[in-house]
């Protein structure tokens, strides 16, 4: 259990999708400090090898751990799931993907056990949903989908545009023919357009967000005797688009968000040293 106050909760994903997990981790702890990076220079991670991605990873927490975190919270599911062991094994805090809490609950939810997963083209061809669910509960039927457009449309902030409906109904309808009762949203920019998507698949498919639940994974790490009267601050961190971000985050945040900064991660930082 991590008891250090004077430390913050660190969470890192490719873009503007992780804040629905930072939106849930804020609810949980309001008296802690929270650094949120965004790595929009390189959004999205998806369509990206393995290798890039990891590295990619590694450069993210290591900012975080720079700025002195206590937890890493990977909330992007392709990272989470080329780089979760990895950056256990090189960093010396508790470090959380998004995959586990979000397979666990669909395996809880579930009344028939077939069970849909959509996600990035990197999410769904590692495999990682399938493997975690199936080895919680061996008799579920698992019916997976890449579907890398709903990113952009999340990054744009055209989620409840017309496009996102059209583009909805072509990647879901041949995964929902198949009698699935569940969907797990396996990405953390998917929840953004979350009422698109109940909306086609309608009310009898339970839909998962793993920012929630990994919100929950969180107090079993952190002792969360909250001091209710004292509000954490937020730090938010980018590597390009500062304004973009602030207005996407603002909207989904559902507050002003003032101060977003850049950093420069890996060659970039070379550069920032010789402009001009």
Same mark, same amino acid.
Not at 109 to 137: D, F, H, L, P, Q
Not at 165 to 182: A, F, G, Q, R
């Given at each position: 259990?991590?008891? +250090?106050?004077?430390?913050?909760?660190?969470?890192?994903?490719?873009?503007?999708? /992780?804040?629905?997990?930072?939106?849930?981790?804020?609810?949980?702890?309001? =008296?802690?400090?929270?650094?949120?990076?965004?790595?929009?220079?390189?959004?999205? %991670?998806?369509?990206?090898?393995? $290798?890039?991605?990891?590295? %990619? =990873?590694?450069?993210?927490?290591?900012?975080?751990?720079? &700025?002195?975190?206590?937890?890493?919270?990977? #909330?992007?599911?392709?990272?989470?799931?080329?780089?979760?062991?990895?950056?256990? @094994?090189?960093? &010396?805090?508790?470090?959380?993907?998004?995959?586990?809490?979000?397979?666990?609950? #669909?395996?809880?939810?579930?009344?028939?056990?077939?069970?849909?997963?959509?996600?990035?083209?990197?999410?769904? @061809?590692?495999?990682?949903?399938?493997?975690?669910?199936?080895?919680?509960?061996?008799?579920?039927?698992?019916?997976?989908?890449?579907?890398?457009?709903?990113?952009?449309?999340?990054?744009?902030?055209?989620? +409840?545009?017309?496009?996102?409906?059209?583009?909805?109904?072509?990647?879901?309808?041949?995964?929902?023919?198949?009698?699935?009762?569940?969907?797990?949203?396996?990405?953390?920019? %998917?929840?953004?357009? !979350?009422?698109?998507?109940?909306?086609?698949?309608?009310?009898?498919?339970?839909?998962?967000?793993? #920012?929630?639940?990994?919100?929950?994974?969180?107090?079993?790490?952190?002792?969360?005797?909250? +001091?209710?009267?004292?509000?954490?601050? $937020?730090?938010?961190?980018?590597?390009? +688009?500062?304004?973009?971000? !602030? @207005?996407?985050?603002?909207?989904?945040?559902?507050?002003?968000?003032?101060?977003?900064?850049?950093?420069?991660?890996?060659?970039?930082?070379?550069?920032?040293? $010789?402009? /001009?």
């Amino acid at each position: 259990m991590v008891n +250090n106050k004077k430390q913050a909760i660190g969470i890192f994903d490719s873009g503007v999708g /992780g804040l629905t997990v930072f939106k849930e981790i804020r609810k949980q702890f309001p =008296s802690e400090d929270i650094i949120y990076f965004g790595d929009t220079a390189r959004v999205p %991670y998806g369509p990206k090898s393995p $290798n890039t991605v990891l590295e %990619y =990873s590694i450069q993210n927490a290591r900012f975080l751990i720079q &700025n002195n975190v206590k937890v890493i919270v990977i #909330a992007c599911n392709t990272s989470t799931s080329v780089a979760l062991d990895v950056l256990r @094994k090189l960093f &010396n805090v508790p470090v959380i993907g998004v995959i586990e809490p979000g397979s666990k609950k #669909a395996v809880n939810v579930s009344k028939n056990n077939r069970i849909g997963v959509i996600g990035t083209e990197g999410t769904i @061809k590692s495999k990682a949903y399938r493997k975690t669910i199936s080895k919680m509960k061996k008799d579920s039927i698992i019916f997976e989908k890449s579907c890398p457009l709903f990113v952009s449309l999340a990054e744009e902030g055209w989620e +409840n545009h017309e496009v996102a409906s059209i583009v909805t109904k072509e990647y879901l309808s041949e995964i929902v023919k198949n009698e699935i009762d569940t969907l797990v949203l396996g990405c953390t920019h %998917y929840p953004i357009l !979350k009422d698109t998507i109940q909306k086609f698949v309608g009310k009898k498919i339970t839909l998962v967000d793993s #920012a929630v639940e990994i919100s929950k994974s969180l107090k079993e790490i952190i002792n969360n005797d909250q +001091n209710t009267n004292v509000n954490g601050e $937020n730090y938010f961190y980018v590597s390009d +688009n500062e304004n973009k971000f !602030k @207005k996407l985050a603002s909207r989904i945040l559902g507050e002003k968000i003032e101060l977003v900064q850049k950093v420069y991660l890996g060659e970039s930082w070379f550069l920032k040293n $010789n402009e /001009g």
